[in-house]
């Protein structure tokens, strides 16, 4: 079977195209975000604001600590 260039050009554009969707698609099913800074600093802040939170409030009443155990 001889193709033409041009016969040959369009096979080969067609095998492309398919080929660069399948990439596409995998791409979009293997893609794994990678935490940006603004969500790290809004999980940093929210455990130092739990920690804030736990440190104000104080041992639960009845409990011993480290200061009170000794």
Not at 17 to 34: N, S
Request: hydrophobic content about 45%; proline content about 6%; cysteine-free.
């Amino acid at each position: 079977m001889d193709l033409s260039p041009y016969a040959l050009e369009l096979l080969v554009q067609e095998r492309l195209a398919r080929a660069r969707a399948e990439a596409a698609v995998y791409a979009l099913i293997t893609r794994q975000k990678v935490p940006t800074l603004r969500k790290r600093m809004r999980v940093r802040l929210g455990l130092a604001l739990i920690g804030l939170g736990r440190w104000l409030r104080g041992p639960e009443p009845g409990t011993l600590d480290e200061l009170t155990h000794a």
